[in-house]
């Protein structure tokens, strides 16, 4: 079975333009949440999508948005980009029950020049 | 801020047991051990998780002590490719996505 697909693997872009990630669960998988990693934070949970609907949200300014479709493919999209928002972005899937496990790809490394 | 503590780093000789402990003192009675590791550049692997009972998979083996305070991680056989950093987790708020917060884990290098 196919892993989480995160594309692009690497992403550089300037200060003021917006991003587009996307990410593909395992199949099967109908949960898919997002993290921001960073050396000096560590791994910081983003947002939670289930069923097309966001289902939690971090502690993350507005310019911070996602959605989900109805394949369970995610896309997460990071506007008005600030230097600090430079990270390696983690997308992670699960199944519906809530303790299942999540499962990551392996991330987009975005850097903000 | 991470509810677990483990050491910020281990040695193991290759094909040695890695025993990796995690003190989860402020746990719930309905909040899972988790454990993850991540290997430089790529995104966090799940290994193994459990309630109370000892749990085994084909990675690893996973014991927690009686009273649920703490844990201990342990792959059979190290071998190179397990040098990682290896987070202890536990899942709060609900188990939903948010309720994962890794802390610093404790960095495992295999020594051949």
């Known amino acids: 079975k196919a892993g989480v697909t995160q594309t692009p693997r690497y992403l550089i872009k300037t200060r003021g333009q917006q991003v587009t990630l996307s990410c593909s669960p395992i199949s099967g998988h109908r949960s898919v949440s997002w993290y921001q990693q960073t050396p000096g934070q560590g791994l910081q949970f983003l947002f939670e999508y289930f069923s097309e609907t966001q289902r939690n949200k971090g502690n993350f300014p507005g310019r911070f948005s996602g959605r989900q479709f109805s394949n369970s493919r995610s896309e997460m999209n990071v506007s008005t980009l600030e230097l600090g928002d430079s990270a390696l972005y983690l997308c992670a899937s699960s199944l519906v029950d809530r303790f299942s496990p999540l499962h990551f790809g392996n991330g987009t490394r975005l850097t903000v020049t | 801020d991470a509810k677990t503590t483990q050491p910020p780093s281990m040695d193991c000789a290759e094909g040695r047991a890695a025993n990796l402990p995690c003190n989860h003192s402020t746990i719930s009675g309905n909040e899972y051990v988790y454990w993850y590791r991540q290997i430089h550049s790529q995104g966090p692997q799940y290994i193994i998780h459990?309630?109370?009972n000892n749990e085994t998979n084909e990675m690893a083996s996973l014991i927690i002590t009686e009273d649920r305070k703490s844990s201990t991680l342990i792959l059979p056989h190290a071998t190179l490719r397990d040098t990682a950093v290896y987070y202890c987790?536990?899942?709060?708020?609900?188990?939903?996505?948010?309720?994962?917060?890794f802390g610093k884990g404790t960095h495992l290098i295999i020594q051949p």
């Open positions: 459990g309630l109370k």
């Open positions: 987790i536990d899942r709060t708020r609900g188990g939903g996505a948010d309720g994962l917060t």
